[in-house]
């Protein structure tokens, strides 16, 4: 069993920084793609980030773009989101996802959730006006 735990969420003004991080612990597993996923309230979820493990290919989805910054430590089985220029239609609880590999993808991006296997809790970010 692969267990993910998030942290860093929290309240902040609009205009401010934040960096989440996901850590996987349990069964060692052979990860292929990493990335953030966020739910509003009332929205479905969303995808946010993603970053494939070994080779470090980055996509973000356009809302986040310029603002954000995802990352990851393939040794300590971590990976991060660093945050900048929040908005409150950032506001959401923030998942990460760890993906195995799932052969080949048409599309070259992870942005759904079918490529995914585990995923945490999600912390939450709220980000006031």
């Known amino acids: 069993q692969v267990q993910l735990v998030e942290s860093g969420g929290g309240l902040v003004q609009a205009g401010d920084s934040l960096r989440l991080s996901c850590a996987a612990s349990g069964r060692t597993l052979d990860w292929y793609v990493v990335a953030w996923f966020r739910q509003a309230p009332g929205k479905e979820r969303e995808f946010a980030a993603s970053i494939t493990w070994n080779w470090g290919r980055i996509d973000y989805a356009d809302s986040v773009k310029g603002r954000f910054t995802i990352s990851r430590d393939t040794a300590k089985n971590e990976v991060y989101l660093q945050m900048n220029s929040l908005n409150p239609e950032d506001t959401a609880v923030y998942y990460c996802?760890?993906?195995?590999?799932?052969?080949?993808?048409?599309?070259?991006?992870?942005?759904?959730?079918?490529?995914?296997?585990?995923w945490g809790r999600g912390t939450q970010v709220t980000v006031s006006s």
């Open positions: 996802a760890f993906g195995t590999d799932k052969g080949r993808n048409l599309s070259g991006r992870y942005d759904t959730i079918r490529w995914y296997d585990y």
